[in-house]
């Protein structure tokens, strides 16, 4: 009896012993957790910079692996949302002209206010969408390779070309526009209205005619 009594003594201290290890480990994994996300947000609180030194936006060029968001706003400008300086991705304002580049395998994203902006010329497989509507007197949009713009526009002109593969989804309304595009290319202007529109087809393939014919019959 006495050495039963003793074994079930012994087990009671070893799950004791277990449950406070069991604990133990609970509390460590729970505290490393926390710091761990305390770290996350102070890192992504990081990442966030903001550029208020900026001259009058007048011209936006954009290159590369870059997706940029456009609004209105009484004073220019620029915020970016990844440490840029660290990836030599390129965010320059010069001469009202603003720069920005990136051929990193992450998109690096950018949001401009502009109190003026006249012209915009996209490349590569960047994006560019305006957050809400993007209001301007004379507005400039030339898309290039496979860009692609999602723009909501308020403009008294607005002229808009599509080369190559590039892609544009406009909506809103001007009161001129002038909009010219490749055969290659994909434009939405559904939800998009003018006083005066001109539509040109800047370039087709050598056998349009042939494919206008066939589709014709």
């Given at each position: 009896m006495d050495i039963?009594?003793?074994?079930?003594?012994?087990?009671?201290?070893?799950?004791?012993?277990?449950?406070?290890?069991?604990l133990t480990i609970a509390i460590a994994v729970s505290t490393l957790f926390g710091v761990c996300q305390s770290a996350s947000a102070k890192n992504a609180k990081e990442e966030v910079t903001t550029l208020t030194e900026v001259a009058p936006i007048s011209k936006i060029e954009i290159h590369g692996n870059v997706e940029v968001y456009l609004s209105n706003a009484a004073a220019d400008q620029i915020k970016v949302y990844n440490s840029y300086y660290a990836e030599s991705a390129l965010v320059q304002d010069q001469a009202g002209v603003l720069r920005i580049s990136s051929y990193k395998a992450e998109k690096l994203i950018v949001w401009v206010s502009v109190s003026d902006l006249r012209n915009l010329d996209v490349y590569d497989n960047?994006?560019?969408k305006s957050f809400g509507k993007l209001s301007a007197i004379d507005l400039d949009v030339n898309l290039y390779n496979n860009a692609s713009a999602k723009l909501n526009l308020d403009s008294y002109s607005a002229a808009i070309t599509l080369n190559s593969h590039a892609k544009a989804d406009i909506s809103g309304e001007a009161n001129?526009?002038?909009?010219?595009?490749?055969?290659?290319?994909?434009?939405?202007?559904t939800n998009f209205s003018a006083k005066h529109i001109a539509r040109t087809l800047k370039s087709a393939p050598a056998n349009m005619g042939e494919l206008t014919e066939f589709a014709s019959l």
């Open positions: 039963e009594n003793n074994n079930n003594t012994q087990n009671h201290k070893n799950i004791k012993i277990m449950k406070t290890t069991i960047a994006e560019v001129e526009a002038v909009i010219k595009y490749d055969f290659s290319s994909t434009l939405n202007t």
